[in-house]
């Protein structure tokens, strides 16, 4: 147990930053936290938290500067939970997110292959495709922004610099309007009141945003009024919902839509590749470095027309429909049957014929393929934060496939899956990390893997 108490104050050199981005110290060798520190800075800090492994700090005086530290572009930055890298610089973030990703695939999976440095993007501002406000009520007036951090208060915002421009304007253009008519706003901690998210979707390519209104009931009133202030305030609105959510529930988006305004879908593309997107539909936030990714994905796949490609928690298709003109078949698996239809209607839509989709959970449906003795030649798997389910990376290697690509937007669950993936007989070849979503700490990547012939 550390000597150090809450409300102590130390003198701290940064060695390293962990990965939601607090600097790393060492006090007579027990671990520092401190928050709002950058490797290589020496910082007064003060003690806010102390356990028997590690202690929590905030920074209270930079003794020396890190070359990499800048002013926070956006006035919110300290206070928002939406940005946490704003004092770093973009050149410093890349280099974080690769250390993070090489000490994850090191320590937690004992793994060490080539790491290439971070793919990051020429502007890194008003990237983000989709936005999702809550909504709340201070002095009886609407408060609509992001939440603090590790906090339900609302953080009010008038404008945000990695949304689109068009999901700011509709940020304003509904303000205006629960500020106009008085509409009653949610109260989580109650249950009572109407209007809890304001979530908006916009398709870069086409320039189509859709607005969805996330509401505690079944209508709302002054609904001509909103969809007039929308059309006049929001360029390229073409589609607004009501969306149902009646449950108390830290979720944001109910099973139910009601389109009120505009066309079902909006439409957006990943190279050559047309989607069409509901209020429900999973898509990648950053369309710019979402094609880098894929792109990557094709690299690595280097895929010659006679391939079978196995899509792993493929979504609405993005990765399969992407490689489709390149292999001689295609087949996603996913567990959300919404997603599964999306993935069909893409496919026709682009006029793909060699991508079959599978419904279901794919812990029991790669097992069964397995079984069958289905033989891909690539699987790309790109499952949610928690990574692969023991079933699908025991089945994965059964298929015997020349080469795995890991698609993995959680450097931990990446790490432990690929070191349990060369338990089973997979060399790890290159991992690319990806900046999907600048100014934050999270990194997407790629790794390749190859079947080690015996």
Known sequence: MSELKVGQTIEAVVENMAHEGQGISRIDGFTVFIEGAIFGERVIAEITKVTKS????????????????????????????????????????LIFKKRIVEDSLHRIGKVFPQINDTIGMENPLNYRNKAQYPVGNKNNLPVLGFFKKRSHDIVPINYCPIQSHQSNEALLAVKEWLEKYKIPIYDEIKHEGLIRHIVTRHGFRTGE???????????????????????????????????????????????????IYGSETITEYIGNIKFSLSPLSFFQVNPVQVKVLYDKVAEFADLKGDET????????????????????????????????????????????????????????????????????DVIVVDPPRKGCEKEVLSAMSKMQPGKIIYVSCNPATLARDLGILKELGYEVKIVQPVDMFPHTHHVECVALMSRVEK
């Open 54 to 93: 590690y202690a929590i700090a905030k920074v209270k005086e930079i003794i020396n500067f890190s070359e990499y530290r800048k002013e926070p572009f956006c006035l919110y930055a300290v206070i928002c939970g939406g940005c946490d890298l704003q004092h770093l610089s973009y050149e410093g973030q």
């Open 209 to 259: 945003v859709m607005v969805v209104i996330v509401i505690n009931g079944e209508d709302i009133p002054h609904k001509k009024e909103l969809i007039e202030i929308l059309k006049k305030k929001v360029k390229g609105l073409s589609s607004v919902y009501l969306n149902v959510n009646t449950r108390k529930t830290n979720v944001i988006l109910g099973e139910k839509n009601l389109l």
């Open 309 to 376: 490609v196995l899509d792993v928690y493929c979504g609405i298709g993005t990765i399969a429909l992407y490689l489709a003109d390149r292999a001689k078949k295609v087949i996603g698996i996913e567990v959300v049957g919404d997603a599964v239809r999306d993935a069909r209607e893409n496919a026709k839509t682009n006029g793909i014929k060699n991508a079959e989709f599978i419904e279901g959970e794919a812990e029991k449906i790669m097992p069964e393929l397995a079984k069958k003795g289905i033989k891909p």
